[in-house]
């Protein structure tokens, strides 16, 4: 098992060092659910199926993502808080190659 170190800071400015897990086919979204780092409710609506962007964040570290797909800049394009950093959790699989990744969860839209 491999797990690279993630730098998260929550909606409230606290910053979490976590492990997120390479080889469990997770996404940023759902590592912020399973160390319960935003309330239940409040991230991840949709389940990750790019519906919401609830799970938005601004990335701060300089890690090469994905570009961002059609239905990613959609969904970003009706969001509230959105940076030119914004991306949705959701969309950013976990792989070794984001060691040292660092990212601050948007506030949510209530």
Same mark, same amino acid.
């Given at each position: $098992?491999?797990? %690279? !170190?993630?730098?998260?800071?929550?909606? #409230? /400015? +606290?910053?979490?060092?976590?492990?997120?897990?390479?080889?469990?086919?997770?996404?940023? $979204?759902?590592? %912020? !659910?399973?160390?319960?780092?935003?309330? #239940? /409710? +409040?991230?991840?609506?949709?389940?990750?199926?790019?519906?919401?962007?609830?799970?938005?964040?601004?990335?701060?570290?300089?890690?090469?993502?994905?570009?961002?797909?059609?239905?990613?800049?959609?969904?970003?394009?009706?969001?509230?808080?959105?940076?030119?950093?914004?991306?949705?959790?959701?969309?950013?699989?976990?792989?070794?190659?984001?060691?040292?990744?660092?990212?601050?969860?948007?506030?949510?839209?209530?």
């Amino acid at each position: $098992m491999s797990d %690279v !170190r993630i730098k998260i800071t929550d909606r #409230e /400015g +606290t910053l979490h060092e976590v492990d997120a897990p390479t080889d469990m086919n997770m996404n940023l $979204m759902e590592v %912020v !659910r399973s160390y319960e780092l935003a309330p #239940e /409710g +409040t991230i991840g609506i949709c389940g990750g199926m790019n519906m919401c962007a609830s799970c938005q964040c601004y990335v701060q570290s300089d890690h090469a993502l994905p570009e961002k797909s059609d239905d990613e800049e959609a969904m970003l394009s009706e969001a509230f808080f959105v940076k030119d950093n914004s991306r949705l959790g959701c969309q950013i699989l976990i792989t070794e190659g984001l060691e040292g990744l660092q990212v601050e969860l948007a506030p949510a839209e209530d």
